[in-house]
T-cell receptor, first 113, second 112 residues
Framework: GAGVSQSPSNKVTEKGKDVELRCDPI?????LYWYRQSLGQGLEFLIY????????KSGLPSDRFSAERTGGSVSTLTIQRTQQEDSAVYLC???????????FGPGTRLTVT | DAKTTQPTSMDCAEGRAANLPCNHS???????VYWYRQIHSQGPQYIIH???NNETNEMASLIITEDRKSSTLILPHATLRDTAVYYC?????????????FGQGTILTVHP
């Protein structure tokens, strides 16, 4: 079946602009995660959604970052007033339930100029 | 909550077994050991996980020491396509969700 998809695959934006990154999880997966990976670095957890529970936002680096998940499926990560340090690959993952293996999308490469 | 410890890099000859070690001395009783890998320019790929017992699937085997403080991922017959960064992680189980904390991983290079 279809895997996790993310769009856009690449995004170049100017410093100070807002961006929205989209994630379509695998159908039926109740858990959804956002991570980011800066150049040469490991993955950094950002936010987690599980069903209708309140999301765990403990990994969001600042209040410029927010995310929502509509209808328990598609998720959007929004970064307001982008900064150059926001440049990274943003990865989305989903899993069948809160404690199952995670399937990752191809990521969105964000470049802030 | 200390992360796991892995060697920075390892080499392996094609066709030979690749044995990737991981130290997770601070692992708690309800935490699983997970292995993922990331091939260049792709998202991470799940490989295997375990709690106490050794595990095997079509991709790899996972050997966990009796005290659970370390583990070894074994790729029995490495191929060039297995060249990737391999991440060993520990994630809470039971009623906790599976938030994963990724370290730097091991860069495995498989040579012809």
């Amino acid at each position: 079946g279809a895997g996790v998809s993310q769009s856009p695959s690449n995004k170049v934006t100017e410093k100070g602009k807002d961006v929205e990154l989209r994630c379509d999880p695998i159908s039926g997966h109740t858990a959804l995660y956002w991570y980011r990976q800066s150049l040469g670095q490991g993955l950094e957890f950002l936010i987690y959604f599980q069903g209708n529970s309140a999301p765990d936002k403990s990994g969001l680096p600042s209040d410029r970052f927010s995310a929502e998940r509509t209808g328990g499926s598609v998720s959007t990560l929004t970064i307001q007033r982008t900064q150059q340090e926001d440049s990274a690959v943003y990865l989305c993952a989903s899993s069948l339930a809160s404690f199952h293996e995670q399937y990752f999308g191809p990521g969105t490469r964000l470049t802030v100029t | 909550d200390a992360k796991t410890t892995q060697p920075t890099s390892m080499d392996c000859a094609e066709g030979r077994a690749a044995n990737l070690p991981c130290n997770h001395s601070t692992i708690s009783g309800n935490e699983y050991v997970y292995w993922y890998r990331q091939i260049h320019s792709q998202g991470p790929q799940y490989i295997i996980h375990g709690l106490k017992n050794n595990e095997t699937n079509e991709m790899a085997s996972l050997i966990i020491t009796e005290d659970r403080k370390s583990s070894t991922l074994i790729l029995p017959h490495a191929t060039l396509r297995d060249t990737a960064v391999y991440y060993c992680l520990k994630g809470a189980g039971g009623t906790s969700y599976g938030k994963l904390t990724f370290g730097q991983g091991t860069i495995l290079t498989v040579h012809p």
